[in-house]
């Protein structure tokens, strides 16, 4: 009964395992030219294209740039940035203020695995010394975090920098809209964020479109993406929804206000890359949850969590 289904881009390799989408083998002659490069891998599995760009998304770094000026404070670069500055929010505020999302599933998920990467880890392979040196980095900032941050996600996160109980935090540029529009917070100011030992690097999040098996209405769907794709329509997203744009040439109706954001979403876009595309993530995502919960939250010894939790993921891997 679909035509064309629009897909968060990390649940994609179960519709092409369970072949529910078609091939799109002139998906480079349907796409713009000016369609963003990194976005494109996503799109592929086997080096051919199954699914269009729809909307790209990733996190950018949300501060309270009066509250880090009052303080003496620049915006944490590196990871012992992070730590040091965490820390002396703690010590200046009497509370943690600096937040990473700890809700169970997608939102622990994201945080895990940009920590992973920023160690030169991997999400499916995390009873290694890199997997290690990200969690002990977590667990070390837990003491100095908001106590707030197990409830942090897309949507608390807007509302803990809304109210000044949060100062630094990572969330999706829509959160410019509700932040600093919406809410009239001008000081809250973005960047790309911080560096790991590999350095910096960021989950590219959002949807895409793909082309449902045997539709009938093949035409009409690609001159939908088509339509979708437009430099008219992206800006219009963009402007109004607060989504970054698939198109690099998307800017033009984004007010002058807006325009430091979406510089910032482009260069987190940059060091952005998809999650592995395996049919498991989910099983993967609660695994990472349940480590993170034991090592950050209880404190439990960093090592020999992973070590556990790594034969989950293998049983995953393997069909348990």
Same mark, same amino acid.
């Given at each position: ?21 078609? %091939? /799109?083998?002139?998906? $480079? ?9 990194? !976005? +494109? *891998?996503? =799109? ?80 499916? %392979? /995390?009873?290694?010394? $890199? ?9 070390? !900032? +837990? *003491?100095? =975090? ?175």
């Amino acid at each position: 009964q679909l035509d064309l289904l629009v897909q968060d881009n990390n649940s994609l390799a179960q519709l092409v395992s369970n072949e529910l989408v078609e %091939k /799109i083998p002139d998906a $480079e002659s349907i796409m713009p030219p000016t369609t963003i490069e990194a !976005l +494109k *891998p996503v =799109l592929q599995f086997d080096g051919e294209y199954w699914f269009l760009p729809a909307r790209p998304n990733v996190q950018i770094t949300y501060y309270n740039s009066a509250k880090f000026s009052d303080w003496g404070l620049e915006p944490p670069k590196t990871w012992d940035d992070l730590k040091s500055t965490a820390a002396s929010i703690k010590e200046k505020a009497g509370v943690g203020q600096v937040s990473i999302q700890g809700v169970t599933g997608g939102a622990v998920g994201v945080t895990v695995t940009q920590f992973l990467w920023q160690a030169g880890g991997d999400p499916l %392979k /995390i009873n290694t010394d $890199e997997g290690a040196a990200a969690f002990q980095l977590m667990q070390d !900032l +837990k *003491p100095d =975090l908001t106590p707030q941050y197990p409830t942090a996600t897309f949507d608390t996160t807007n509302t803990y920098l809304l109210n000044e109980s949060v100062v630094l935090a990572q969330n999706w540029p829509f959160g410019v809209v509700v932040i600093v529009e919406q809410g009239g917070k001008k000081d809250i100011l973005a960047y790309s964020g911080w560096e790991g030992p590999k350095g910096n690097a960021l989950v590219l999040g959002g949807d895409v479109f793909g082309i449902a098996t045997g539709t009938q209405n093949h035409d009409m769907a690609v001159d939908f993406t088509k339509y979708w794709m437009t430099r008219d329509v992206q800006e219009q997203l963009t402007a109004k929804n607060g989504w970054p744009s698939m198109r690099s040439d998307a800017l033009g109706e984004v007010a002058d206000w807006q325009k430091p954001y979406f510089d910032v979403v482009n260069q987190a876009l940059a060091v952005s890359k998809a999650r592995p595309n395996v049919t498991y993530w989910s099983q993967v995502e609660t695994i990472l949850s349940n480590a993170f919960n034991d090592i950050v939250t209880s404190g439990q010894d960093v090592k020999d969590t992973l070590e556990r939790y790594q034969q989950e993921i293998d049983k995953a891997a393997n069909g348990g």
